[in-house]
């Protein structure tokens, strides 16, 4: 099955989402209703984003573990985090290694669209639940023109086949009847959807772009995989997709993203 690269990217990768993602990571922790004392497992940590929220949430009285299937995403987590409530753990979210009953909440902020198979990894965060805890997750939206850089991830897609499946992955989930619909297939229950929308401005193209081109992310890391007749035919069809006929300026996309909860 073709997947996407989990390891490369790393630096940049802050540059390139922070600010973004970290507008939708308050939406996430509301639903999954955590609280103080709680113990809490964020999978897909990333850089630590959403679990270093989830620390200041669940104070000195709860702890939080931070799990991501890339050490390097890891390494520049632990420079972030200073919390003693957060522990960092290589692990691969379709297989958990933890007993059953481990966690009162689990969170997978903007990450399980990139799993190879979601629902093994809904299943996971079901059998770790504590019986009454609850699961919370965030996706990007199935349109692409309401997405930043998975667009960016279908024209790449376009001149290089290898990717198209798993770039197609991204958007399998970016609907509520659908994403509703793996939830109770994984035995949850009381389930919740949201959807939320927030505007992310650029002053140019080149703003919006140029972590691209430097390679961050694993969009960044696709990206310079090309040849450079490639590239060049990437920049510009996403030029043409975000800008159309205007001149390069300042613009603005509208993020969607779509957040479920669940009970066990």
Known sequence: MAQLSFSSGATGYDQM???ITELFIPALVQASRLAEHHCVLDVATGTGAAARVAAEVVGQSGHVVGGDISIPMLRTA????Q?????LVGLDGQALPFRNDSFDKVICQLGLMFFP????????????????GRAAVSVTSANP????????????ARHDPAKREAVERLFALGNPDRL????ERCGFREIELDTQVRRIAFESFDDFFGPVENG??????????????????VREEVFQ?????????????????LIASGRK
Request: hydrophobic share 40%; net charge negative; no cysteine.
């Open 117 to 132: 198979d979601p629902l093994q990894g809904l299943r996971e965060f079901y059998r770790v639940l504590r019986t009454g």
């Open 241 to 257: 997709d975000v800008l159309g006929s205007s001149s390069d300026g300042p613009f603005a996309i509208d993020m969607e993203v």
């Open 83 to 87: 919390q003693q409530v957060v522990s």
């Open 216 to 233: 961050a992310g694993m969009t960044g890391s696709a990206y310079i995989g090309l040849a450079p007749d490639q590239r060049d035919m």
């Open 180 to 183: 509703g619909t793996a939830f």
């Open 78 to 81: 632990q420079q972030k985090i």
């Open 17 to 19: 989402f922070a600010r």
């Open 145 to 156: 023109e309401r997405t930043l850089y998975n667009r960016v991830s279908l024209a790449i």
